[in-house]
């Protein structure tokens, strides 16, 4: 976790903590092991804070067994937090998609994506979209293969806003 990513959510919470006026406020992290910091210690301590990876570590409640889905009801959800996760995502809109299921329809999803800088060597994302694309002229990559496939899954999905699904327009 780098100090700009824990400082600007610690700003999201100074700034939208008190448009949450009820006693219970259920806040979920996706990417939550603690890899030099976490965002559970900027979360209010009254607010009931689950930390959600795909794989174990510290800091991690619960252990995802497909990381596109959230194992959690619809609109259950007051804020979703993720920092420096999406771009290890090779399918983050279907992360996003997840996440507007979870969400209140008066949620709020904080998220902070590195767009400046060094790759990062961690699994997955961009890097690994990147590596993927560049295996050769007239090959497609693996990573492309992915986004076609999760286009035609998107195309049928019915549209999400505001946490609340509706029709396709």
């Avoid at 995502?89 to 329809?105: A, G, N």
Wanted: charge should be negative.
């Amino acid at each position: 976790m780098h100090p700009t990513a824990m400082r600007n959510c610690q700003y999201f919470f100074d700034s939208y903590a008190g448009s949450f006026p009820q006693e219970q406020v259920r806040v979920i992290e996706i990417g939550a092991q603690d890899v030099n910091g976490s965002l559970r210690t900027v979360t209010p301590g009254h607010y009931d804070y689950l930390g959600i990876d795909f794989v174990a570590g510290n800091g991690v409640d619960l252990v995802l067994e497909d990381p596109y889905v959230l194992p959690l009801p619809d609109d259950g959800v007051d804020i979703v937090l993720s920092s420096s996760c999406f771009e290890h995502s090779e399918m983050f809109w279907i992360s996003f998609l997840e996440i507007m299921r979870v969400l209140k329809p008066h949620g709020l999803f904080y998220l902070n994506a590195p767009s400046n800088g060094p790759f990062s060597s961690l699994p997955g994302g961009l890097l690994a979209i990147l590596s993927r694309q560049r295996e050769g002229p007239g090959q497609l990559g693996e990573a492309q293969r992915h986004q076609g496939e999760a286009a035609g899954i998107l195309h049928q999905l019915p549209a999400v806003r505001h946490g609340r699904a509706g029709p396709v327009e």
